[in-house]
C-alpha cells in the first residue's frame, strides 16, 4: 500500500526555488499532523517542517523564512514552497504523518521521496 507520493523535486540554482507535494494515503488526514523531512548520503533523515492538524506550521531552523509548509485537507496533500535555496538544501526529500508534540514521524513505509539538487 503506497500511503506517500512525492513529487516536484529537481534542479535548482543557488537563490532560486522549488514546490514540493505530497499526495498521502492516510486515514483521516485532516486530523493528522503531517511533515516534510530530507535525506543525504549517509546521514539520518532529519526533519524539516511540520504542519498541525489546524494547519499551525513549524520549521528546522535551517530552513526558517526560506519554507513554507501547507496543506489541502479535501485533496490530501501536503505541499513544501521552498525559496532562496541554498546547496545545503541538496537532499530526497520525503512526507510522513508526524507526532504533534515532538515531530517524529509515525509510520514506517515511506514514500519514495523526491531528489532536490542546488548548484552552486
Known amino acids: 500500500q503506497v500511503r506517500f507520493v512525492e513529487s516536484g523535486g529537481g534542479l535548482a540554482q543557488a537563490g532560486g526555488s522549488l514546490r514540493l507535494s505530497c499526495a498521502a494515503s492516510?486515514?483521516?488526514?485532516?486530523?493528522?499532523?503531517m511533515g516534510w523531512f530530507r535525506q543525504t548520503p549517509g546521514k539520518q533523515r532529519s526533519l524539516v517542517a511540520t504542519i498541525s492538524s489546524g494547519g499551525t506550521p513549524n520549521y528546522a531552523d535551517s530552513v526558517k523564512g526560506r519554507f513554507t509548509i501547507s496543506r489541502n485537507n479535501a485533496k490530501n496533500t501536503i505541499d513544501l514552497q521552498m525559496n532562496s535555496l541554498k546547496p545545503e538544501d541538496t537532499a530526497v526529500y520525503y512526507c510522513?504523518?508526524?507526532?504533534?508534540?515532538?515531530?517524529?514521524?509515525?509510520?514506517?513505509?515511506w514514500g519514495q521521496g523526491t531528489q532536490v539538487t542546488v548548484s552552486s
Open positions: 510522513n504523518v508526524v507526532a504533534s508534540d515532538s515531530g517524529s514521524p509515525l509510520l514506517s513505509d
Open positions: 492516510v486515514r483521516s488526514f485532516s486530523a493528522n499532523a
